[in-house]
């Protein structure tokens, strides 16, 4: 049973916005920090988003800062992540994740579950 599911992926042009979505089973979303991560072709996994379990607090990158945003709905157990002006280079697979009493949010090490991604292709 997989605990992370990912979805809302797909082909956008530029300037798009996409909202992806990753429904996590109760006991990991009611105590769990969530994480998105991205994968392009031939580049190493990167930190998008993270938020913590009580969507207290944010956290972006410079490269994504402004442009998207990570939510969670609690009584869903869904976080959430809006993209907006979309651009080529964010083209990827996005991972959901999720993590216990984090600390270093944009570290992969840090996180516990993954869910198996889900294709964004921006066109240009």
């Known amino acids: 049973q997989r605990q992370l599911v990912e979805s809302g992926g797909g082909l956008v042009q530029a300037g798009d916005s996409v909202r992806l979505s990753c429904i996590a089973s109760?006991?990991?979303?009611?105590?769990?920090?969530m994480g998105w991560f991205r994968q392009a072709p031939g580049k190493e996994r990167e930190f998008v988003a993270a938020?913590?379990?009580?969507?207290?607090?944010?956290y972006y990158p410079d490269s994504v800062k402004g442009r998207f945003t990570i939510s969670r709905d609690n009584a869903k157990n869904t976080v959430y992540l809006q993209m907006n002006s979309l651009k080529p280079e964010d083209t990827a697979v996005y991972y959901c994740?999720?993590?216990?009493?984090?600390?270093?949010?944009?570290?992969?090490?840090?996180?516990?579950?993954w869910g198996q991604g889900t294709q964004v292709t921006v066109s240009s």
């Open positions: 938020i913590t379990w009580s969507g207290g607090r944010t």
């Open positions: 994740a999720a993590g216990r009493g984090l600390t270093d949010y944009y570290l992969e090490r840090e996180y516990n579950y």
């Open positions: 109760e006991y990991i979303f009611s105590i769990y920090d």
